[in-house]
């Protein structure tokens, strides 16, 4: 049949896919971490940066971003006289990552902020330190509040690596656009392309829902 032509480049496309949507999902979610515990931060330095970050990210488009660390960055380097030149992937998993981690520091500044203002008073008459509060008491109640928004930004990520395509990165998008060119069979490539990002998205949102469930567990049991 003519349509299984294209099952192989179009999954090795999402091998790539993939890939970017992983590494980039674990960068943000440290940074979403680090920038939203640095905005609640009593340090005004790293306030100030943490706010930075979250606002010119979520401030701007992530296709800007993305051509921004292309193209910007490395001219930007030869004037200052470093090699700021990255390799497509690595460009690509930094555009979505610190695009994710912005978003992703809002969720876990506003989760840990929502945990009951009686249970910082305990910790304080037990006499915890602010670390041993954070760890202790905050983080074992936030995280299953974050879980959800954490689940959808992921889904959002895997769905925005596409825009990898447009710094000529093989993804699924870019293969696609390949096939597309080559054969004009818009409408075999395109359906196919999209039920491959469906399955992948009903693949991911069922793993973070496994996630969500194992913390809900693990927080009954630290009770």
Same mark, same amino acid.
């Given at each position: 049949?003519?349509?299984?032509?294209y099952? %192989?480049?179009l999954?090795?496309?999402c091998?790539?896919t993939?890939?970017l949507?992983v590494?980039?999902? #674990?960068l943000?979610t440290?940074?979403?971490?680090?920038?939203?515990?640095? /905005?609640l931060? !009593?340090? $005004?330095?790293?306030?100030a940066?943490?706010v930075?970050?979250?606002?010119v990210?979520?401030?701007?488009s &992530?296709?800007?971003?993305?051509?921004?660390?292309?193209?910007?960055?490395?001219?930007l380097g030869?004037?200052?006289g470093l090699d700021?030149?990255?390799h497509p992937?690595t460009?690509?998993?930094?555009?979505?990552?610190l695009? #994710?981690?912005?978003?992703?520091?809002?969720v876990?500044?506003?989760?840990v902020q929502?945990?009951p203002?009686?249970q910082?008073?305990?910790? /304080?008459a037990?006499?915890?330190t602010?670390?041993q509060?954070l760890w202790? #008491?905050?983080?074992?109640?936030a &995280? $299953?509040?974050?879980?959800? $928004?954490?689940g959808?930004?992921a889904?959002q990520?895997?769905k925005?690596?596409?825009l990898?395509?447009l710094i000529?990165?093989? %993804? &699924?998008?870019?293969r696609?656009e390949?096939?597309r060119n080559?054969?004009?069979?818009?409408?075999? #490539?395109?359906?196919?392309?999209l039920?491959?990002?469906f399955?992948?998205a &009903?693949?991911?949102a069922?793993?973070?829902?496994l996630l969500?469930? !194992?913390?809900?567990?693990?927080r009954h049991?630290?009770?």
């Amino acid at each position: 049949m003519e349509w299984t032509r294209y099952i %192989d480049p179009l999954l090795q496309g999402c091998w790539v896919t993939i890939e970017l949507t992983v590494y980039s999902t #674990i960068l943000g979610t440290l940074l979403a971490f680090g920038a939203g515990m640095g /905005k609640l931060s !009593h340090n $005004p330095l790293i306030k100030a940066l943490s706010v930075t970050y979250i606002e010119v990210f979520r401030g701007t488009s &992530l296709l800007v971003q993305l051509f921004w660390l292309y193209f910007a960055l490395p001219l930007l380097g030869e004037l200052i006289g470093l090699d700021l030149r990255f390799h497509p992937v690595t460009v690509g998993v930094l555009a979505l990552g610190l695009n #994710i981690g912005a978003y992703g520091a809002e969720v876990v500044r506003g989760a840990v902020q929502a945990v009951p203002r009686t249970q910082y008073e305990a910790a /304080k008459a037990l006499n915890f330190t602010r670390t041993q509060t954070l760890w202790r #008491i905050a983080l074992p109640q936030a &995280l $299953p509040e974050m879980m959800p $928004p954490f689940g959808n930004l992921a889904v959002q990520n895997l769905k925005d690596t596409a825009l990898v395509s447009l710094i000529s990165l093989g %993804d &699924l998008a870019f293969r696609a656009e390949q096939l597309r060119n080559l054969t004009q069979d818009s409408t075999t #490539i395109y359906t196919m392309v999209l039920f491959m990002y469906f399955g992948m998205a &009903l693949v991911l949102a069922a793993l973070m829902g496994l996630l969500e469930r !194992h913390v809900g567990r693990w927080r009954h049991r630290r009770r």
